[in-house]
């Protein structure tokens, strides 16, 4: 079986899945869906391994169109977003097929139609990724936008779901545009509309082009990847999504945009000036830092995760941008290490944000709402799903052993080997965005253990949460294969960077693990073949070779080599420092157990100051805890407060209502300046309609002179 | 004309503007030898001349006095002028069975609380009062059962048996996210017993709600049928770091129903014991202040001084807190030359320590930072509230018991009131020195000029009632006492500069944040024990 | 900030010798009144003169009782037969032999926190309380800290009669404390309720509701005999009695 073979069973399997929804019986229906779709997302995963393992894409022409060649293309890089796809979906799919009963005790079914669009959207996001040329691309793009629409509406007919859906829609239309339009100028320079074709070209577009042909598509696929500041329509769309749905726009449709600026900057048309560059670096630090503090003062659990997505999708593009910026100065390892970062990084967030999303599904399945403010004390009523809410927490905050300190650590130090560039103007660039991506770190780490607190923790601070049941199974099943995907991703880098390198050296054209990932294992003293004998025994003596008879790989080591004053930049083993963190953790668990084998440990109710009863409202709620960085932030946030006192005879206050109202600060600082700019420019038009008709007419007159010069007087 | 003269002519124009608004309703006599007009008016119109008397005419609000009388209840309510001219007590009799009367919580906001005490204790209803209940007697103790009425003995055991309510008090902030932080009643290293809740959303206590009485000892029914003699020990030790000032009101009161005379060498010792006891209180809350922003030099200097002042007061007066100094008629002990002597050069001494503290603190800036513009109580707020003490005269009022309604030897020392306009923190410090300043002036000039004579007269008992008001460290306290024909307390009352002062304290606290509340709290240098007696 | 730090410096040590060394500085304690030889009646009248009855007449004289004694002067002042009264402040007594524990001495015996609950004490205890960390008398240098949880307490002192509102919250202080921990009762009112005695608001002593191990007697007791009772808990020094009898005084 080769690659071909296993996408066209991932396609046909898919086609089941789609007849499979017309089944009536729901718990047969779940059982065989599930099934179909496991099986889908493995084939789909066999068929990128190999992809990637023989290096060789599928190539297959469907149909011709007039004089264009419709035709897939699934090239290693598209693998790798192939395989984060199936991964995603197969650990949601369980809990899309599932029905949850709500808390009223109403069963709410998975409604049919509901999973055969849930089976085409699966099925489009593929066929974006492997399309082959410029015309499958778009389509297979609009669907993937109207089939966004559709789904998101699908569930709740309320104001702010439309009002949400719509914007997505109407700005994902305005960004497909710019990029298709990209697209077609590309496709105009090389004279192709195949990519393949527009890759293999030897001249490509001139500069003016090139600089159009960036800005366009980073517009305009950077409105499907929530790039600032054209991701005003994220956060609605994330939170009134259905709750299954709302991994799968995080985890598999944001690395949509990133897959096509990818494609377009660096495969079909590879940048060769800084400039655009800088445009991403800076683009992903702004993103980052406004996206992690506004999910740091979200009260909703579902808007603080897809303003989360909103920062992590600006550190991937901030690595993005480093690695163009590398790629153009000539420094190709560092571009590759830049943008294994890049892709590392997107990879863990689809599984992090996924596993995430799964819970606040999960959450919102047992309470009936996923208001910080009214949940609390969950880790007692669904331990499995506060554990791997954890570990998803854990992993978002770049907390080792777990994958996201991978990968936020590698992209911050490919940002520091700004050192070795020549330009003070491009360095200093660099610095401002590490500067930001840190703060933003900072912050994401702040912001998750507050979530993590306000929900799980403490007590619970409504009915809802107080009477919760456990969690919906399908989403825990679902969790836990994402969390132990973390996990492993975390502890394993240096089986992940020779993998993602597959995907990027046929690019950049270089070998990055080589460069990140010492052939440890397999070295001596005596054959220590590309590094220098010292060196090599100096870690071995550290440990590095531990482990190197039962595993295979070069190592578990991630390290870079510098020059001969500098022999080492940076270097870090997440495996090794699992295995101590747990030799620790035993260590202190024996000793403190031996030491208090005496005693009696009392428990009791917890001091509140001699309270008769410590009721939940008078301990912390989301509010509080976020008040220190909505306190700190207040010139991002400008908040408008109205407190109203009503009082009762003199000086009796018998309420205190204060109300706050928030404007994003992108509305405040653009959207709303360019509206009224456009607004302006359109009211000046207006004076041209005057509503009668003799203007009209001199207007036709005017416009029949105007051609009459230019036609005949030759102008 | 005398003092006296000019007064009564006052006084005269006073009934006849009474007369002329409320003519039939309201009967009024003149006490001249308290001074006071006693106002006999019906419930229907008390709320009207309660307003006349604190809009129109500028008196201030002294107390709410409740008396179970054979034919029913008498309520006395206390104003004095804020002047200095005199009292008027507007009192209402209620006949047996009935026990509503409207409340002028509204018109005059310091008489908030004495209704609340009073439904509480005695079951009388204030008509129009939004917030009766659970004041004195926490959630444990049944509706129904008033422990200040006669049919209530103290000795019996306190009756138990409610569930406790949900949340006292309930939370008024509507905001997303709004949590009550309960602070209390058990909380930081010695601070009193005292429960408060904070509404915020975040850092900022927009709503503070204090609770108190987790310290009431019933003193003011444990005190009926003693013997004013074992009463007085009750006086002083219900409040100890007060105790000298409130024995002396306490005494005064008594002395007032037997008209005795006490000696002039007896009044002056008594105002020199009340100024020391007054700068040891000034010293210990100076020293409260700076250690609640964490200036501990500046604390152990301040406690240095205290320490100091109260070695002294032991070594002349035989306690540290000066309890047992009192008595009624005079002073219990007598000072020597060599005492006096002693007294003035020591707090000359302490004076010039407590000059370079003032002068450092002056200097810290980071020390101002915590204390300026936070915890402000305005001049409009001071004088809506009735506040007393170094608080109000650091809002900018100028009532000072010395001076307006002087008692003991005050009348012949020219006291200077030390007033600041700012009513912040750093107001209320600057006041604390300067009254501790003035304190020590006093204090020297008393030991310099004390005449000759006896320090204590006899009193003897007599039925009557009587008020004695001083200005005690925190600030004005009455004590309204009435004796039977046995010489036995019949009914005690005490309002306490802190039980007023308290009302006022959410006002500085609200809009500030969490870290701020110690200070205010330190600024303020309220008592709860003066509060819950 | 400089200034401070000079003035804290020449300000010098003030803090008192004790325990090392008595400390007989004037006005540290107010002293209290010891069994005193005299006739009968004059017995008689003392005893009903004292307003907490702390006098038992014998034959000889009288003997006094430190639970009820408020320090009111009125013995020594207000009687023509005066009676004689000690300068000293060590007031601390064991209530029960188990009050003194091996373990918390040689355990924490210099290193002990104290949390301090205010029972419905006057401003007087509350005040002596305060001056324990004063630089005259710096509980620190004795080991004595004081801390705002009880559950990293090992002693609990507490002051006043026990008011009806904090039953409450002293017994759920007391139960927040882990093993092992002492109870230090300062003051007469904690003891048998002072001179608010036993009333429907106040319960006449903290033993009502908290088992006791020291009690300090005093109206209030001054900072050393607060100490003396916190350095008995931990057996640094050697205990006093709740009373004083003719035959065990060796006086006139």
Redesign the interface.
Known sequence: MNAGNFFNLFLSLGVLGLAACIVRKDRLRTIVITVLALLQSLALVACGILIQIHQTPIHVELWRLGPVNLSLYLTPLGSLFAVITAVVFASCYSFAAASHETKAGTERRANRTFLALFQLFYIAIILVIAAGDVLTFAFWWEVVSGLIYGLVLFEQANVRSVRAAYSALAMSEVGSLAGIVGLLILAACSGHTAFAAIAATKTGPGETARWLIFLLTFYGFGVKAGLVPVNQWLPDTHTVAPRSLSPVLSGATLNLGIYAIFLVNMKLAPVTEVGPGIVALIIGGLGAIIGIVYAATQ?DLKRALAHSSIENMGIVTAGIGAGFIFWQTGHTVLAGMAFVAALYHMTNHSFYKALLFLGAGGIEASTGTHDL?KLGGLSRRMPAMAFLFLVGTLSISAVPPFNGFVSEWLTLQSVLRSVELSSRSVRLCFVLTGALLALAAGLALTCFLMIYASGFLGMAHSDAAQEARGAPRSAVWGMGALAILCLLLGIGPTYVIPSLDRVVSPITHTQTAEALVPNFFHVTRESPGHLNPGFVSDFHDLGAQVGHRFLPGRGLVVLHQGGKSNPVVFAMSTAYTLVVLILLVIFAYVIFHGLTRAREA?R??A?????????P????????L???V??IFETVFKPLRERTIET?????????????RQEHILDRVLTRPILAGLLWVANHFRKMHRGQVNVYAAYVLLSLLVVLLIGVGGF | MGKAQLQRTDWHSIAAALAERFSAEARMELDYGRETWIVECPPGRLRDIAQWLRNDLGYSFGSLVVEQVAAGWEVTYLFPESTGKGWIYLVVRLKEGDDTLPSISDLVYAADWPEREAEDLFGLHFSGHPKLGEFVLHEHWPEGVNPMRREFAASQEAPRGRSPLPLYPSPILEAPGAMALPIGPVFSDFAESAQYILETTGEEMIRVVPRFFYKYRAVEKIAEGKRAEDVLLLAERFSGSSAFAHGLAFCQAIEAISKARVPRRAAQLRCLFAELERLRHHSSHIAAICGSTGLDVAQAQAAIIEEELLRLSCVVAGHRYLFGVMCPGGVSLDLNRHALEEISNRVANLGERLLALHDGLRYSSSFLDRIEEVGVVSTENARAFSLVGPLARASGLSEDFRVLFPYAGYERLKVQVATEEEGDGYARLRVLFREATESIRLIRELAASLVDGEVRAPVEPKPGVGLGTVEAPIGAALHWVRLNEEGRVVRYRVESPSFRNWLGFRIALEGFGFQDFPIILATFGLSNAECDR | MLHWLGKGLTTGIKSSAYPASPDKNPGVTPGRPVATRMGPDMSQFVADRCPGHCFTPRANGVDVDYRTCILCNRCRRDTPAVVHWEEGYEWGVQMSAQSVHERLNSAFGRSLHIRFVDAGACGACMSEARLLNNPYYNMHRLGFFTTATPRQADILLVAGPLSDAMREPLRQTYDAMPEPKRVVAMGVCAISGGIFGKSFASAGGIAECIPVDVVVSGCPPPPLAILHGLLLVVNRVPPSSLASALDAESGP
């Open positions: 009260t403010n009392k009791s109710n001091w509140a100051g001699g309270l008769p009863r410590l009721l409202q008078m301990t912390y709620n989301f509010t509080g976020s008040a220190p909505r306190v009762v005879g003199g000086h009796f206050r018998t309420s205190i209502r204060v109300e706050e």
